[in-house]
């Protein structure tokens, strides 16, 4: 029973802190949206968990740049969306998840909303995760605290 209330009582943290930082990622969208619109628009969430809140970043992503396409009067880009986290993440709980996420999104952005497509990508971003210039935002909310580790694999 207490690692049942630690584990909601991280997921709420968590879900906190995402939802504290969303005024700063609409900000970032913003920018990036006015500078350039790439026709497929791709992220990665760099240490994007497993549990309920995995997901929530990639939908404020979705949500803000539909909101913002909207606003200038063009089509939302396709989406993708790289989740990443380490090798030992359950990846299989996330793409479990996919189908409500999925219908979350029809029921709030209709039929008419552009695809989009999610990858998971295991591994630490201590080395190479993606090939040069392939990504347009990078999202990390809890995973940059482990820069400050000493890597001895050096």
Not at 139 to 153: A, D, E, K
Request: one cysteine or more; proline letters at 6%; charged letters at 15%.
């Amino acid at each position: 029973m207490h690692k049942y209330i630690r584990f909601n009582f991280i997921d709420f943290i968590q879900s906190q802190m995402i939802s504290k930082v969303k005024p700063i990622l609409e900000e970032s969208m913003m920018t990036l949206y006015c500078n350039s619109v790439p026709c497929c628009f791709k992220v990665a969430d760099l240490g994007c968990s497993s549990g309920p809140n995995a997901l929530q970043v990639a939908y404020d992503i979705i949500d803000v740049v539909d909101n913002i396409s909207s606003s200038f009067n063009r089509e939302p880009p396709t989406f993708q969306i790289y989740l990443n986290d380490q090798f030992q993440n359950d990846f299989n709980n996330i793409f479990e998840s996919l189908p409500y996420f999925y219908e979350r999104l029809r029921q709030e952005k209709g039929e008419k909303f552009s695809p989009f497509f999610i990858n998971a990508t295991p591994g630490s971003f201590y080395g190479r995760l993606f090939p040069s210039n392939s990504m347009h935002f990078f999202h990390s909310s809890t995973s940059l605290h482990w820069l400050s580790q000493v890597n001895f694999n050096l």
